[in-house]
């Protein structure tokens, strides 16, 4: 390997950016209704952190296809979280999601980059 190669999945940027949406998701959702601790607060924060999670088990596969699947599941988690969020906005709990759905949007792009890189 090239000392430009990413030898871990803690050095990609789309891990690191993953990570940042969760961050983004859990101070959000601490203002939310306490009500919605065992609903959507539990909901997004899982969603969220599924990303990056998922990224990390799908750099740690070595086939093609195990891979693209962890991938399938990063990309619908954060469809997951974008619908959440835009709840929680229609509900008021929230006003501003701008910041988040743009690194959401970023997020999606990534992935489909990484997708395909593998083909």
């Given at each position: 390997?090239?000392?430009?190669?990413?030898q871990?999945?803690?050095?990609?940027?789309v891990?690191?950016?993953?990570?940042?949406?969760?961050?983004?998701?859990?101070?959000?959702?601490?203002?939310?209704?306490?009500?919605?601790?065992?609903?959507?607060?539990?909901?997004?924060?899982?969603?969220?952190?599924?990303?990056?999670?998922?990224?990390?088990?799908?750099?740690g596969?070595?086939?093609?296809?195990?891979?693209?699947?962890?991938?399938?599941?990063?990309?619908?988690?954060?469809?997951?979280?974008?619908?959440?969020?835009?709840?929680?906005?229609?509900?008021?709990?929230?006003?501003?999601?701008?910041?988040m759905?743009?690194?959401?949007?970023?997020?999606?792009?990534?992935?489909?980059?990484?997708?395909?890189?593998?083909?």
């Amino acid at each position: 390997m090239s000392a430009n190669t990413v030898q871990n999945f803690e050095g990609t940027t789309v891990w690191k950016d993953a990570i940042e949406l969760t961050v983004m998701v859990y101070e959000v959702t601490r203002k939310f209704p306490k009500d919605e601790l065992l609903g959507m607060i539990s909901q997004l924060r899982r969603a969220s952190s599924s990303v990056s999670a998922n990224l990390a088990e799908g750099y740690g596969r070595y086939g093609l296809k195990e891979k693209h699947q962890f991938y399938a599941i990063v990309y619908g988690s954060l469809l997951e979280t974008k619908s959440f969020l835009l709840l929680a906005v229609r509900l008021k709990y929230i006003d501003d999601i701008s910041m988040m759905v743009l690194l959401i949007t970023l997020l999606q792009k990534q992935i489909n980059s990484i997708k395909k890189s593998l083909r």
